[in-house]
């Protein structure tokens, strides 16, 4: 045998273990995604805790941004900027209507 042929045998070779192993990876991939998604929460699968975590202490900030394109011929604004919210609690906030 050749030098030139070894060579292309052994490329063969690699090529085809190379092709086999993508092969057995589409093969694992559904199982092997379903495991990572499990394990990690990832794509919307629930991780399941013994229990709630409770509620969460004091309040939070939100701030309200009025702005919209500047070729447009309306003016919004907020009634106010900022309200602070306990988590969980209902507030009603408004914009003041275009002018």
């Known amino acids: 045998m050749t ?9 063969a070779a690699i090529m ?3 092709a086999l192993a993508m092969l057995a990876l589409a093969f694992a991939s559904v199982p092997l995604y379903r495991a990572f ?3 990690t929460g990832f794509d919307g699968t629930p991780l ?3 229990k ?3 509620a969460v202490a004091g309040q939070i900030g939100v701030r309200f941004d009025a702005n919209i394109n ?4 309306w003016k919004f604004e907020p ?3 900022t309200v ?4 969980g609690r209902g507030r009603r906030s408004s914009i003041a209507p275009p002018t």
């Open 3 to 11: 030098a030139v042929a070894s060579k292309n045998g052994r490329t």
């Open 16 to 18: 085809a273990f190379a």
């Open 37 to 39: 998604c499990q394990l």
């Open 48 to 50: 399941r805790a013994e």
């Open 52 to 54: 709630a975590p409770g």
């Open 70 to 73: 500047q070729d447009l011929p």
């Open 79 to 81: 009634v106010q900027e």
């Open 84 to 87: 602070r919210v306990a988590p």
